[in-house]
């Protein structure tokens, strides 16, 4: 089993590369970008096959080490 | 007085640190970070500066797990002074020592330069020295520096007399360089026995070099 962790910056919390993307694609006179947010991607191979295990698991992994919650949100996709 | 300080591989902060405190006449040790303990004649533990493993996942992240981190928040526990600059702030907030966090820089550049800071707080050991609102001269040497606390934070920061510094110009007057929250570019906990700061005092030994500010600074651990 996969688990992809998407980690970004809270909501509210500024984003400076998110903007310096958005600012960058308005200059390329690319339209109608509302948002632009910038994360990172973590991607794990894991041995577990219960869902429930993995995902408890991966839960412990980004509180303790993979985000920080100070100022990071994370969400885990199990593939 | 026995100043101890910490070594993760990408440090390279510690022999500044070890010159400027044994110019100011205490013996220091440099303890890598696989030590189990810490050396029980440590009368302040300064957790360097630098890249410590490379600033992967997130500045100070992986260090936080390094076996000598144990031993320094049993140490920080028991009242013993912490100080970490730079990387080391970075390392202490990720530890969950001092509160919240080190953002990117707002410019999304490296800042290496020498900024005035002023002096909010200097009702703890560190800042005795120096009068409140005086503005020293410290240089900056940092990608994230950029220090995020949320709003309920913030006031118990100020409650508390947390807030020990902000960037400055040579005025006093705010001058933000890396879109920190308040432009704090120092806090300690509420015990006020662990203090972080972006700022390097141990760069600031000399006036030849640019400043001596950090002299001040430093010497108020050297009482304890």
Redesign the interface.
Known sequence: MKAIVNIS?KAG??D??GK?VHHALDSLHFEGVDDVRVGKQIVLKLKETDKDKAMANVTQMCED??A?T??EDYEIELV | MKVTILQFPGTNCEYDTQHAFEQLGATTEIVWHKSETIPEDTNLLVVAGGFSYGDY??SG??AK?SPVMKAVAKYADNGGKVLGICNGFQVL??SGLLP??L??????HFLSKHHHLKVISNDNIFLERLSNHSVVNIPIAHHDG?Y???EDGLKDLYANNQVLLTYSDENGNTKNPN?SVDSIAGICNKEKNVFGLMPHPERAMESILGSDDGIKMLQGFLNT
């Open positions: 910056l919390v500024l400076s590369q310096a080490l993979l920080n100070v100022i | 996942l997130r992240a992986i797990f907030t990720e919240g966090a953002k990117r820089n707002d410019g999304l950029n995020y606390i949320d879109g």
